[in-house]
């Protein structure tokens, strides 16, 4: 699967400001924010194990569903009316579509790439290769890495995921990410980088970009 990178459109850093309003957020997280961090996805659903699309790739944000992962037939019976986000997988990680979440979730400073024509965020962070080889090599010389987990990123973004976002708005709360969110320009070249995992917070790490408001909404 080819992927590659890009950097989101100032338009989608101003509309996610104010995205989380009225879904239940405590110090600027949206209470849902969590549960779909922590939900175990692509699992076959219990309440339609012999139906061909029952794998459990869906999310409500409008309730607590028990469980909260679930399928498709399930948002058919159960959250027809409710604000539902498609979960998809890149290289065995859970990914979410940028367009889906842009308006209910600030996005600002998570490194995008393009998988399949649409861009994309992945939910939590993912190992790095360690040692020799391409991948370590590659994200040994990549001048920006991920703040919390330090992944080699592509682009002089923050974070390498939406779960290392929210580790970083509770560890330093809003005032942090409203002056240091970074938003890369991304020129379109091939795949992702990979490599060896550093330590979080590397020295001497090149930023650009205008700084946004909100680690991810109020």
């Known amino acids: 699967m080819m992927m590659r990178r890009v950097a989101p459109p100032e338009a989608a850093d101003e509309r996610a400001t104010g995205a989380a309003a009225g879904s239940g957020s405590a110090g600027g997280v949206p209470g849902w924010l969590e549960a779909l961090l922590g939900t175990r996805f692509f699992l076959a659903c219990a309440a339609h194990p012999g139906s061909p699309r ?6 409500c944000i409008d309730c607590r569903a028990t469980p909260a992962a679930f399928c498709y037939y399930c948002r058919s019976h159960r959250h027809a009316s409710h604000r539902v986000i498609q979960i998809r997988r890149s290289s065995y990680h859970d990914v979410v579509r940028v367009t889906e979440v842009e308006d209910v979730l600030d996005i600002a400073g998570v490194q995008t790439y ?3 024509s649409a861009r994309v965020l992945f939910l939590n962070e ?42 970083d708005t509770k560890m330093h709360g ?33 930023r650009k970009g205008t700084p946004h408001r909100a680690p991810f909404g109020s």
Do not use: W
């Open 174 to 206: 809003h005032e942090a990410a409203t002056g240091n969110a970074v938003g890369g320009v991304g020129d379109g070249g091939e795949a992702e980088a990979g490599g060896s995992k550093h330590g979080a917070r590397p020295q001497g790490r090149r």
């Open 126 to 167: 993912r190992p790095q290769p360690r040692g020799a080889g391409a991948a370590a090599g590659k994200a040994a010389a990549s001048p920006y890495n991920c703040e919390i987990c330090g992944r080699a990123l592509l682009d002089p973004f923050r974070f390498c995921s939406l779960g290392c976002k929210l580790v």
């Open 54 to 59: 029952n794998e459990t790739n869906m999310f």
């Open 114 to 116: 393009v998988i399949n």
